[in-house]
């Protein structure tokens, strides 16, 4: 079945720092991929998505490229702030007909810290 | 436009009890899709409803069951609670209309078992 692996967390950096939030997936057909953001007792926002191969989602300063290759959609942002201190969720939807219908499939998520 | 709500926010029941938690999608939507989501298990999907009637469900078992109404709002049940069943519960909506759309989600439900 599908499934998501997201790099293991929590990630703490330093405010301006770069960040690279690793996601690989694996799915039959051709899945479009999302990251979502959780902040403290919230729920999810969509941060960006892509919806086929060598698609490149951006929001906010945060960009993943869908690599179909590699299958992979790693999140990236130059410089983080306070701010951006969350948990990060990488997510696919499948086209793999009626047992795709609004379901995601998500992965463990990446806890982020950014420090002063 | 108003974002997809949820209702309670909290929720405290005790072993062997049911509880309904209530979900209404963003103007326009048709697609509702529940979730639960836990520190050992992560985000798990329950089902989805599109114009009242269950399109997909998720590995859970019968002790979970949901709705969906005329005016597109749902609602998950769950009856029998057990401790495990503690979790955050979240929805989701979208059109509806194609596979692999954008999901939007609420704030979500608090739900602890005692």
């Known amino acids: 079945g599908d499934s998501v692996t997201q790099m293991e967390g929590p990630v703490t950096l330093s405010e301006e720092a770069f960040l690279t939030i690793n996601c690989t997936y694996t799915?039959?057909?051709?899945?479009?991929l999302f990251w979502y953001v959780q902040y403290p007792g919230e729920g999810l926002q969509l941060l960006l998505k892509a919806t086929k191969a060598d698609d490149k989602g951006s929001n906010k300063g945060f960009e993943a490229t869908y690599r179909k290759e590699t299958t992979s959609f790693h999140l990236e942002k130059g410089s983080v702030q306070v701010s951006d201190s969350a948990v990060y969720f990488c997510a696919l939807s499948s086209n793999a007909g009626g047992t795709s219908y609004g379901k995601l499939t998500f992965g463990q998520g990446t806890i982020l810290t950014v420090h002063p | 436009k108003a974002g997809v709500t949820q209702t309670p926010r909290y929720l405290i029941k005790t072993r062997g009890q049911q509880v309904t938690l209530s979900c209404s999608p963003i103007?326009?939507?048709?697609?509702v899709s529940w979730y639960q989501q836990t520190p050992g298990q992560g985000l798990q999907f329950l089902f989805e409803?599109?114009?009242?009637?269950?399109?997909n469900k998720g590995n859970f078992p019968g002790r979970f069951s949901g709705r969906q109404f005329s005016n597109s709002r749902s609602e998950m049940n769950v009856s029998t609670l057990e401790l495990g069943d503690s979790a955050l519960y979240l929805c989701a909506s979208s059109f509806g209309d194609r596979l692999q759309e954008t999901q939007y989600f609420g704030p979500g439900t608090r739900l602890l078992v005692l």
């Open positions: 409803y599109f114009s009242e009637t269950q399109r």
């Open positions: 799915a039959t057909g051709y899945p479009s």
């Open positions: 103007s326009g939507h048709r697609s």
